[in-house]
């Protein structure tokens, strides 16, 4: 069902009425089965518009991109995400390289989503993931 969230399936490559009547049950159910699993605390951020599949790839893909810009590594709420995610990492002693590389690998993903965090910033958030003993 993939094809009918990133957009390769769409409704005008369908080749007849039944085709198309198919797709456009597809496509709902998949919409369904999105807005299904969106927790309740979310829902109020998503305002999500019907729209029509002859226009866009599908009605699923429409979602998947409205909650791709409010909780992808898109745009502000993308950034908070990541940053509190790693405020939020803990060093392992026992694993000390792998506990640290996953801060680097936090802080590129905030680079990548435009957000560069000052070396003083980086370092503090990696010494507030210390054990405390």
């Keep these: 069902m993939w ?3 990133d957009g390769t399936l769409t409704y005008a490559a369908q080749a007849d009425a039944a085709d198309r009547l198919k797709w456009k ?3 709902k159910w998949v919409l369904g089965l999105m807005a299904s699993t969106i927790s309740d605390s979310l ?3 998503v305002n999500y518009k019907w729209t ?3 226009v ?3 009605i699923s893909k429409a979602l998947w991109d409205i909650l791709k810009g409010l909780f ?4 502000i709420p993308g950034q908070f995400n990541l940053f509190y995610q790693a405020l939020h990492l803990r060093i392992d002693p026992e694993n000390a390289n792998s506990s640290i590389n996953e801060y680097h690998i936090h802080f590129q993903k905030l680079v990548e989503a435009r ?5 003083t910033l980086r370092a503090m ?6 054990p405390t003993n």
């Design 125 to 130: 958030i990696l010494l507030s993931g210390l």
């Design 72 to 75: 992808g590594t898109i745009g």
């Design 43 to 45: 829902l109020t951020h």
């Design 3 to 5: 094809e009918f969230v």
């Design 56 to 58: 866009c790839p599908s």
């Design 115 to 119: 957000y560069n965090l000052p070396e």
């Design 25 to 27: 049950l597809l496509d």
């Design 52 to 54: 029509d599949p002859v």
